[in-house]
């Protein structure tokens, strides 16, 4: 009797097959296999844009109960009426978009059909860009000779009782509104900048993004470069060498947060997307400017790196370099004032 025999007459008769310590091994190693691949999934995308799916999905699956209509699988028809409801809730192209890439992000991780890439769903966003489109928002640029003022109203020196001392929270706003425009980073790229992401270079420092809003690779970050400048009051590097020294952080979060009197720090995390905002906001109140009359806000560190450097001179190209924007148009975007003027007829009018 062969062993396939033997095995099969067990079977037959009742008795338990134990099964081999080999295969109970190779099954274990496949889960915890699966459990991996469980978790790098999850870090495919940015927390951020995570939370905006599950906001997106969750109001895109209220809508569909209450229309008596199933939300996963969706029909593209289910998709196309809710976009167009949103359109007459008034809702901007940009939010309609957004719920549109949620609505196939959770159709793909589920293994359906996405309906957003039906053509019929795309006719009606694009009927809904071409009717409903306006330009988005701009924030006004952060540049020279404002920067500079505002750079030069942040306290430097704290009254102590012991005698004057520097002024943590200063140093701290000075340094990091200059590596923000020096950089041209957004607020979260900002927030999550370590120390160790910072290296040495003759001509100043190197800050490696490891993840950014166009990039979420960790493996490839971004190359961000911190020129030294002549003057002390205005160079990123001896700026956040100072920040860094005083604060006597050596790892971790760059920026993080300080007492209210601003002579000490107030814990070892970093400082949130929202109060870089504010801190940014509140250092050009220091020079009398109503950031939210004249539309300043964090990005108007990266607008203003962008408008300040095409207006020395610098290419589409050059700059994208800094920014890492991929599309040159984006760039356009930012700088379309002051390229009209060049080699434009109408200056030559003579009128």
């Not at 009717?131 to 704290?158: E, H």
């Not at 012991?162 to 140093?171: A, F, T, V």
């Not at 690779?217 to 205005?234: E, F």
């Not at 971790?252 to 007492?259: A, D, K, L, N």
Request: with cysteine; hydrophobic share 40%; proline share 7%.
């Amino acid at each position: 009797m062969t062993l396939t025999e033997s095995t099969m007459d067990d079977r037959d008769a009742g008795v338990p097959v134990v099964p081999d310590a080999g295969v109970v091994s190779l099954s274990t190693q496949l889960d915890q296999l699966l459990q991996d691949a469980a978790r790098f999934a999850t870090h495919a995308r940015a927390d951020a844009t995570l939370r905006g799916y599950r906001s997106d999905w969750a109001d895109f699956s209220s809508w569909c109960f209450q229309m008596g209509v199933q939300a996963l699988p969706a029909a593209p028809e289910t998709v196309a009426a809710y976009m167009a409801a949103l359109a007459g809730m008034g809702a901007a192209v940009g939010t309609i978009a957004r719920r549109l890439s949620s609505i196939g992000h959770y159709h793909r991780a589920s293994g359906q059909l996405d309906p957003s890439a039906d053509p019929a769903v795309r006719y009606v966003i694009a009927g809904i860009r071409r009717q409903l489109g306006r330009k988005p928002d701009q924030a006004t640029p952060l540049m020279p000779p404002l920067l500079f003022d505002v750079l030069d109203a942040c306290p430097t020196i704290y009254p102590g009782q012991d005698g004057p001392e520097p002024h943590l929270r200063g140093l701290r706003d000075r340094a990091l509104i200059l590596m923000g425009f020096v950089g041209a980073l957004r607020r979260s790229e900002i927030a999550a900048a370590t120390v160790e992401d910072l290296h040495e270079h003759p001509n100043g420092l190197v800050l490696d993004i490891p993840r950014s809003k166009t990039s979420q690779d960790a493996s490839k970050p971004q190359a961000v470069v911190l020129p030294t400048s002549r003057t002390p009051g205005h160079c990123p590097v001896t700026q956040l060498h100072r920040w860094l020294d005083v604060a006597g952080i050596t790892a971790g979060p760059i920026f993080r947060g300080c007492t209210p009197r601003g002579n000490k720090l107030a814990g070892a995390g970093p400082l949130t997307g929202k109060r870089i905002n504010e801190i940014v906001q509140d250092a050009l109140r220091r020079v009398d400017v109503d950031p939210d009359i004249q539309g300043f806000s964090a990005h108007s560190l990266r607008a203003g790196f962008v408008t300040y450097a095409a207006a020395r001179g610098a290419s589409d190209r050059a700059i994208a370099r800094q920014t890492r924007h991929r599309d040159l148009s984006t760039v356009a975007i930012y700088t379309r004032h002051n390229s009209a003027w060049t080699d434009n007829a109408a200056t030559t009018l003579g009128l």
